[in-house]
Protein backbone atom coordinates (compact mmCIF):
# COMPACT_ATOMS: atom_id res chain seq x y z
CA UNK A 1 0.00 0.00 0.00
CA UNK A 2 1.80 3.24 -0.83
CA UNK A 3 1.18 6.41 0.89
CA UNK A 4 -0.87 7.81 -1.62
CA UNK A 5 -3.57 5.13 -1.19
CA UNK A 6 -3.52 5.53 2.58
CA UNK A 7 -4.13 9.44 2.62
CA UNK A 8 -7.39 9.41 -0.06
CA UNK A 9 -9.11 7.99 2.75
CA UNK A 10 -7.90 10.73 4.74
CA UNK A 11 -10.89 13.40 4.57
CA UNK A 12 -13.46 10.37 4.82
CA UNK A 13 -15.13 10.11 8.13
CA UNK A 14 -14.99 6.44 9.88
CA UNK A 15 -12.52 5.43 7.10
CA UNK A 16 -9.61 4.13 9.65
CA UNK A 17 -8.32 3.78 12.78
CA UNK A 18 -5.48 4.68 14.36
CA UNK A 19 -3.78 2.55 17.80
CA UNK A 20 -1.74 4.05 19.99
CA UNK A 21 0.10 0.63 21.02
CA UNK A 22 1.99 1.77 23.77
CA UNK A 23 3.44 5.13 25.39
CA UNK A 24 7.04 3.66 25.69
CA UNK A 25 9.66 3.99 23.83
CA UNK A 26 14.18 3.57 23.94
CA UNK A 27 15.00 7.27 21.97
CA UNK A 28 14.42 10.28 23.73
CA UNK A 29 14.00 12.88 20.82
CA UNK A 30 14.03 16.62 21.93
CA UNK A 31 10.35 16.82 19.83
CA UNK A 32 8.65 14.10 20.76
CA UNK A 33 4.99 14.77 20.70
CA UNK A 34 3.89 11.88 23.19
CA UNK A 35 6.50 12.77 25.55
CA UNK A 36 7.58 9.21 25.56
CA UNK A 37 10.30 7.52 28.20
CA UNK A 38 11.15 3.86 27.87
CA UNK A 39 9.50 4.00 31.79
CA UNK A 40 6.52 5.03 30.00
CA UNK A 41 2.86 3.79 30.23
CA UNK A 42 2.07 0.38 28.40
CA UNK A 43 -1.67 -1.08 29.05
CA UNK A 44 -2.60 -4.66 28.03
CA UNK A 45 -2.60 -6.55 24.51
CA UNK A 46 -5.63 -7.48 24.62
CA UNK A 47 -7.18 -3.56 24.40
CA UNK A 48 -5.80 -3.46 21.61
CA UNK A 49 -6.38 -7.15 19.70
CA UNK A 50 -10.49 -7.41 21.46
CA UNK A 51 -11.04 -4.16 19.54
CA UNK A 52 -9.47 -5.38 16.11
CA UNK A 53 -11.50 -8.51 16.33
CA UNK A 54 -14.54 -6.55 16.63
CA UNK A 55 -13.72 -5.87 12.37
CA UNK A 56 -15.36 -7.91 10.23
CA UNK A 57 -15.09 -8.82 6.65
CA UNK A 58 -18.64 -6.73 6.00
CA UNK A 59 -18.04 -4.16 8.29
CA UNK A 60 -14.46 -2.85 8.84
CA UNK A 61 -11.72 0.06 8.35
CA UNK A 62 -9.99 0.54 5.11
CA UNK A 63 -6.88 1.00 7.34
CA UNK A 64 -5.58 0.19 11.14
CA UNK A 65 -2.54 2.31 11.38
CA UNK A 66 -0.10 1.45 14.57
CA UNK A 67 2.06 3.91 16.36
CA UNK A 68 3.30 4.76 20.20
CA UNK A 69 5.56 6.12 21.41
CA UNK A 70 7.37 2.88 19.36
CA UNK A 71 5.06 0.55 18.22
CA UNK A 72 7.71 -1.90 17.12
CA UNK A 73 8.84 -2.56 21.11
CA UNK A 74 5.88 -4.99 20.93
CA UNK A 75 6.06 -6.53 17.61
CA UNK A 76 4.56 -9.50 18.22
CA UNK A 77 1.55 -7.38 18.73
CA UNK A 78 1.98 -5.79 15.76
CA UNK A 79 2.32 -8.46 13.56
CA UNK A 80 -0.83 -10.22 15.37
CA UNK A 81 -3.24 -6.89 14.40
CA UNK A 82 -1.93 -6.96 11.09
CA UNK A 83 -2.79 -10.54 9.97
CA UNK A 84 -6.05 -10.23 12.06
CA UNK A 85 -6.91 -7.20 10.18
CA UNK A 86 -5.79 -8.39 6.68
CA UNK A 87 -8.56 -11.21 7.24
CA UNK A 88 -11.14 -9.48 6.82
CA UNK A 89 -9.76 -6.78 4.40
CA UNK A 90 -8.15 -4.08 6.03
CA UNK A 91 -4.79 -2.87 5.81
CA UNK A 92 -2.35 -1.61 8.01
CA UNK A 93 0.65 0.49 8.73
CA UNK A 94 2.81 1.03 11.36
CA UNK A 95 5.16 3.87 12.27
CA UNK A 96 8.68 3.60 14.08
CA UNK A 97 11.73 5.67 14.89
CA UNK A 98 13.71 2.73 13.89
CA UNK A 99 16.05 2.27 17.51
CA UNK A 100 16.64 -0.67 15.79
CA UNK A 101 18.37 0.60 12.83
CA UNK A 102 21.76 1.51 15.27
CA UNK A 103 22.59 -1.72 14.87
CA UNK A 104 22.22 -2.04 11.40
CA UNK A 105 20.60 -5.08 11.47
CA UNK A 106 16.10 -5.85 11.80
CA UNK A 107 15.87 -7.90 14.66
CA UNK A 108 13.82 -11.31 14.01
CA UNK A 109 10.46 -10.60 15.50
CA UNK A 110 10.68 -6.80 13.96
CA UNK A 111 11.13 -8.19 10.40
CA UNK A 112 8.14 -10.88 11.15
CA UNK A 113 6.10 -7.80 12.10
CA UNK A 114 6.90 -5.25 9.16
CA UNK A 115 6.98 -8.77 6.73
CA UNK A 116 3.55 -8.52 7.96
CA UNK A 117 1.99 -4.60 7.83
CA UNK A 118 0.96 -3.67 4.34
CA UNK A 119 2.97 -0.20 5.11
CA UNK A 120 6.48 0.56 7.31
CA UNK A 121 6.63 4.47 8.11
CA UNK A 122 9.82 5.30 9.41
CA UNK A 123 10.46 8.81 11.39
CA UNK A 124 13.76 11.08 10.15
CA UNK A 125 14.18 14.54 11.71
CA UNK A 126 17.03 16.74 13.15
CA UNK A 127 16.02 14.98 16.36
CA UNK A 128 15.63 11.66 15.59
CA UNK A 129 19.36 11.95 13.98
CA UNK A 130 20.50 12.59 17.36
CA UNK A 131 19.89 9.38 17.88
CA UNK A 132 19.61 7.00 15.17
CA UNK A 133 22.04 8.09 12.40
CA UNK A 134 20.30 9.15 8.91
CA UNK A 135 22.75 6.65 7.09
CA UNK A 136 21.56 3.50 9.19
CA UNK A 137 17.32 4.75 8.99
CA UNK A 138 18.47 5.24 5.13
CA UNK A 139 20.53 1.49 4.67
CA UNK A 140 17.71 -0.20 6.32
CA UNK A 141 15.15 1.58 4.23
CA UNK A 142 17.04 0.70 1.17
CA UNK A 143 17.40 -2.93 1.69
CA UNK A 144 13.24 -3.09 2.67
CA UNK A 145 12.41 -1.19 -0.79
CA UNK A 146 14.89 -3.48 -2.40
CA UNK A 147 12.61 -5.98 -1.19
CA UNK A 148 9.32 -4.57 -2.64
CA UNK A 149 8.21 -3.36 0.91
CA UNK A 150 5.94 -0.34 0.81
CA UNK A 151 7.94 2.22 2.73
CA UNK A 152 7.83 5.66 3.44
CA UNK A 153 9.48 8.37 5.42
CA UNK A 154 7.61 11.05 7.61
CA UNK A 155 9.86 14.16 7.98
CA UNK A 156 9.70 17.25 10.25
CA UNK A 157 10.94 20.60 10.25
CA UNK A 158 11.15 23.83 11.78
CA UNK A 159 9.37 25.53 8.99
CA UNK A 160 8.95 25.22 5.38
CA UNK A 161 12.66 26.98 4.81
CA UNK A 162 13.96 25.29 7.25
CA UNK A 163 17.81 24.11 5.30
CA UNK A 164 17.66 20.65 6.90
CA UNK A 165 14.53 19.74 5.01
CA UNK A 166 15.88 20.73 1.72
CA UNK A 167 19.01 18.58 2.63
CA UNK A 168 17.52 15.13 4.09
CA UNK A 169 14.97 14.94 1.32
CA UNK A 170 17.75 15.51 -1.29
CA UNK A 171 19.99 12.78 0.37
CA UNK A 172 17.00 10.19 0.73
CA UNK A 173 16.08 11.23 -2.52
CA UNK A 174 19.22 10.22 -4.13
CA UNK A 175 19.92 6.87 -1.53
CA UNK A 176 16.20 6.03 -2.04
CA UNK A 177 16.24 6.73 -6.03
CA UNK A 178 13.24 8.09 -6.01
CA UNK A 179 10.87 5.40 -5.11
CA UNK A 180 9.72 6.26 -1.07
CA UNK A 181 7.33 8.63 -0.91
CA UNK A 182 7.76 11.30 2.01
CA UNK A 183 5.20 13.51 4.39
CA UNK A 184 6.66 16.65 5.64
CA UNK A 185 5.21 18.19 7.96
CA UNK A 186 6.42 20.82 10.81
CA UNK A 187 7.01 20.35 14.66
CA UNK A 188 4.35 21.30 16.74
CA UNK A 189 4.62 22.64 20.31
CA UNK A 190 3.25 18.96 21.83
CA UNK A 191 5.02 16.89 24.14
CA UNK A 192 8.60 17.66 25.13
CA UNK A 193 8.80 20.33 22.59
CA UNK A 194 5.89 22.22 24.33
CA UNK A 195 9.37 22.99 27.20
CA UNK A 196 11.35 24.96 24.45
CA UNK A 197 9.11 25.50 21.43
CA UNK A 198 7.32 28.81 21.12
CA UNK A 199 3.03 27.67 20.48
CA UNK A 200 1.66 28.41 17.48
CA UNK A 201 -0.87 26.66 15.08
CA UNK A 202 0.47 23.29 14.10
CA UNK A 203 -2.85 22.63 12.00
CA UNK A 204 -2.94 25.37 9.20
CA UNK A 205 -5.96 25.25 7.18
CA UNK A 206 -7.37 26.97 3.84
CA UNK A 207 -10.48 28.18 4.59
CA UNK A 208 -13.45 27.61 2.67
CA UNK A 209 -15.37 30.97 3.58
CA UNK A 210 -14.19 33.94 5.64
CA UNK A 211 -15.34 31.93 8.96
CA UNK A 212 -16.31 28.75 8.02
CA UNK A 213 -12.97 26.49 8.82
CA UNK A 214 -13.36 22.73 9.26
CA UNK A 215 -11.31 20.46 11.08
CA UNK A 216 -9.94 17.65 8.55
CA UNK A 217 -8.31 15.96 11.18
CA UNK A 218 -11.82 14.36 12.84
CA UNK A 219 -11.93 11.67 10.64
CA UNK A 220 -10.15 8.96 11.71
CA UNK A 221 -10.75 7.60 15.43
CA UNK A 222 -7.43 7.21 17.71
CA UNK A 223 -7.48 4.15 20.31
CA UNK A 224 -5.23 5.76 22.81
CA UNK A 225 -2.52 4.02 25.28
CA UNK A 226 -5.23 2.92 27.65
CA UNK A 227 -7.99 2.28 25.00
CA UNK A 228 -10.10 5.54 25.36
CA UNK A 229 -11.11 6.23 22.02
CA UNK A 230 -11.05 9.93 20.88
CA UNK A 231 -12.42 11.54 17.58
CA UNK A 232 -9.15 13.24 16.57
CA UNK A 233 -5.32 12.02 17.02
CA UNK A 234 -4.66 15.68 18.33
CA UNK A 235 -2.16 14.89 20.81
CA UNK A 236 -3.28 17.64 23.55
CA UNK A 237 -6.80 15.57 23.36
CA UNK A 238 -5.37 12.49 23.29
CA UNK A 239 -2.94 12.62 27.10
CA UNK A 240 -6.50 13.68 28.14
CA UNK A 241 -7.46 10.10 27.69
CA UNK A 242 -10.58 9.38 29.92
CA UNK A 243 -10.87 13.07 30.57
CA UNK A 244 -10.94 14.40 27.69
CA UNK A 245 -14.00 16.51 26.06
CA UNK A 246 -17.02 14.51 26.25
CA UNK A 247 -17.74 15.52 22.80
CA UNK A 248 -14.07 14.01 21.86
CA UNK A 249 -14.25 10.84 23.44
CA UNK A 250 -16.11 7.79 21.16
CA UNK A 251 -15.69 5.14 24.07
CA UNK A 252 -13.28 2.07 25.16
CA UNK A 253 -11.81 -0.47 23.41
CA UNK A 254 -12.29 -3.12 26.21
CA UNK A 255 -16.28 -2.24 26.14
CA UNK A 256 -17.20 -0.64 21.97
CA UNK A 257 -17.09 -2.26 19.17
CA UNK A 258 -14.98 -0.72 15.89
CA UNK A 259 -19.07 -0.60 14.47
CA UNK A 260 -20.13 1.24 17.50
CA UNK A 261 -16.79 3.97 17.21
CA UNK A 262 -17.32 4.37 13.65
CA UNK A 263 -20.96 5.14 14.13
CA UNK A 264 -20.73 7.14 16.98
CA UNK A 265 -17.81 9.17 15.13
CA UNK A 266 -20.35 9.55 12.03
CA UNK A 267 -23.26 10.33 13.45
CA UNK A 268 -22.09 13.02 16.18
CA UNK A 269 -23.73 16.62 15.75
CA UNK A 270 -20.68 17.88 16.99
CA UNK A 271 -18.42 16.09 15.25
CA UNK A 272 -20.60 16.32 11.59
CA UNK A 273 -20.68 20.29 12.63
CA UNK A 274 -16.92 20.42 13.46
CA UNK A 275 -15.68 18.67 10.00
CA UNK A 276 -18.57 20.71 8.31
CA UNK A 277 -17.82 24.36 9.46
CA UNK A 278 -15.16 24.17 12.27
CA UNK A 279 -15.42 24.66 15.89
CA UNK A 280 -15.06 28.31 15.99
CA UNK A 281 -18.80 28.89 13.97
CA UNK A 282 -20.12 26.38 16.01
CA UNK A 283 -18.75 28.54 19.49
CA UNK A 284 -20.18 31.94 17.33
CA UNK A 285 -23.19 30.70 16.65
CA UNK A 286 -24.12 29.32 20.58
CA UNK A 287 -22.78 32.69 21.58
CA UNK A 288 -19.56 32.01 22.88
CA UNK A 289 -16.78 34.23 21.96
CA UNK A 290 -14.27 31.35 20.55
CA UNK A 291 -10.37 31.38 21.21
CA UNK A 292 -8.33 32.10 17.61
CA UNK A 293 -6.68 29.32 17.91
CA UNK A 294 -9.45 26.33 16.41
CA UNK A 295 -8.66 23.45 18.59
CA UNK A 296 -8.65 25.47 21.50
CA UNK A 297 -12.46 26.69 20.14
CA UNK A 298 -12.94 23.08 19.91
CA UNK A 299 -12.85 22.23 23.83
CA UNK A 300 -15.48 25.13 24.51
CA UNK A 301 -17.87 22.64 22.88
CA UNK A 302 -18.60 20.33 25.24
CA UNK A 303 -21.09 22.91 27.20
CA UNK A 304 -24.56 22.58 26.86
CA UNK A 305 -25.14 25.68 24.64
CA UNK A 306 -22.85 24.55 22.28
CA UNK A 307 -24.27 21.26 21.75
CA UNK A 308 -27.53 22.43 21.47
CA UNK A 309 -26.45 24.63 18.45
CA UNK A 310 -24.20 22.08 16.67
CA UNK A 311 -27.85 19.61 16.77
CA UNK A 312 -29.85 22.45 15.49
CA UNK A 313 -27.48 23.04 12.82
CA UNK A 314 -27.15 19.44 11.18
CA UNK A 315 -30.81 18.96 11.44
CA UNK A 316 -30.86 22.71 9.45
CA UNK A 317 -32.03 21.86 5.67
CA UNK A 318 -29.40 22.18 3.30
CA UNK A 319 -26.73 20.66 6.10
CA UNK A 320 -26.37 17.03 4.50
CA UNK A 321 -25.97 18.49 1.04
CA UNK A 322 -23.19 20.78 2.72
CA UNK A 323 -21.79 18.40 4.60
CA UNK A 324 -21.21 16.51 1.26
CA UNK A 325 -19.62 18.87 -0.27
CA UNK A 326 -16.87 19.71 2.31
CA UNK A 327 -15.91 16.30 2.36
CA UNK A 328 -15.61 16.58 -1.63
CA UNK A 329 -13.82 19.55 -1.26
CA UNK A 330 -11.38 18.30 1.24
CA UNK A 331 -11.03 15.38 -1.37
CA UNK A 332 -10.40 17.03 -4.44
CA UNK A 333 -6.99 17.73 -3.54
CA UNK A 334 -5.98 14.48 -3.11
CA UNK A 335 -3.15 13.35 -1.26
CA UNK A 336 -0.72 16.35 -2.16
CA UNK A 337 -3.83 18.65 -1.55
CA UNK A 338 -4.05 16.94 2.03
CA UNK A 339 -0.06 16.78 2.62
CA UNK A 340 -0.07 20.14 1.91
CA UNK A 341 -2.67 21.34 3.85
CA UNK A 342 -1.86 19.76 6.88
CA UNK A 343 2.18 19.82 6.38
CA UNK A 344 4.58 21.46 4.54
CA UNK A 345 3.24 22.98 1.28
CA UNK A 346 6.76 23.28 -0.21
CA UNK A 347 7.29 19.31 0.05
CA UNK A 348 3.81 18.31 -0.29
CA UNK A 349 4.55 16.57 -3.94
CA UNK A 350 7.23 14.48 -2.18
CA UNK A 351 4.19 11.96 -1.42
CA UNK A 352 3.37 10.72 -4.62
CA UNK A 353 7.41 9.39 -4.74
CA UNK A 354 7.36 6.04 -6.17
CA UNK A 355 3.64 5.90 -7.31
CA UNK A 356 2.73 4.19 -9.92
CA UNK A 357 -0.52 5.82 -10.95
CA UNK A 358 -3.40 3.51 -11.19
CA UNK A 359 -7.22 3.60 -11.46
CA UNK A 360 -8.17 4.64 -8.25
CA UNK A 361 -11.79 4.73 -6.82
CA UNK A 362 -13.25 7.90 -5.61
CA UNK A 363 -12.84 7.69 -1.70
CA UNK A 364 -16.39 9.16 -0.96
S1 LIG B 1 -10.55 20.99 16.01
FE1 LIG B 1 -11.30 19.53 17.57
S2 LIG B 1 -11.58 17.61 16.43
FE2 LIG B 1 -10.26 18.95 15.19
S3 LIG B 1 -8.14 18.38 15.76
FE3 LIG B 1 -8.74 20.12 17.07
S4 LIG B 1 -9.53 19.15 18.92
FE4 LIG B 1 -9.50 17.58 17.36
Same mark, same amino acid.
Given at each position: ????????? @?????????????? =???????????? %??????????????????????????????? %??? !???????????????????????????????? =??????????????????????????? &?? &???????????? =???????????????? %???????? !??? +????????????????????????? &?????????????? %????????????????????????????????????????????????????????? @??? +?????????????????????????????? #???????????????? !???????? !??????????????? #?? @? @? #????? #????????? =?????????
Amino acid at each position: MHLMEMLRF @RPVPGSAVYLGLTR =RCPLTCRHCSTN %SLISSEEHDAGLFLGFVDTFTAEDHPEIVLM %SGG !EALLRPRLVRDIARRASSVGTRSYVASGMFFA =RTGKIPRLIQEAIDEVDHFAASLDVFH &EE &EVPRSAVLKILR =RLVDAGKDVSLQLVGM %SDDDPYLA !EAT +AEARDVLEDRVPMLVGLVGASGRAA &EWMPDRRTLTHLPL %SATADPCGVAAWPIVTFDGTVIACCNQAVVDQGRNAPAHLKLGHSATDTWQTIRSRS @RAS +ATLRAVRTIGPRMIAQDAGLSPPAEQCAAC #YALSAEDPQRKAVDLV !ERPGFAAM !ELGVQQILSSGGPVG #YA @R @R #YGSAR #YADMVTLGY =RPQEQPCAV
